[in-house]
């Protein structure tokens, strides 16, 4: 099993549905194998244990990622880690950073 996510999904709590819906486009589309851990997204069971920030988990995912999906939306635009973590993917040069927005965010 691969243990290096390649992209990171930063997302709002509140955002959970489509953020694994945007993490399932990303399997299909680039052929991931969905048993490897490719892709992190917080909200998602196989990314970590359901029921617990692990702020070590989070850091490591988005440490190891090459590419970061920073999804902004009217529920995400106020909320501190999101912010952090687009910012991180900013600041380091190996990472490509993509800021998605839906739901009506501007």
Not at 52 to 74: N, Y
Request: hydrophobic share 40%.
């Amino acid at each position: 099993m691969n243990n290096s996510f390649q992209v990171f999904i930063s997302h709002a709590g509140a955002d959970e549905e489509l953020a694994i819906a945007i993490k399932d486009c990303i399997t299909y589309a680039l052929r991931f194998d969905k048993q490897e851990k490719n892709i992190f997204c917080s909200s998602d069971t196989t990314s970590m244990e359901m029921g617990k920030v692990d702020v070590v988990q989070i850091t490591e995912g988005h440490r190891q990622a090459k590419v970061v999906i920073a999804l902004m939306t009217p529920n995400s635009i106020y909320r501190p880690w999101v912010i952090y973590e687009a910012g991180g993917a900013h600041f380091h040069d190996a990472k490509q950073l993509f800021v998605t927005v839906a739901n009506g965010a501007t």
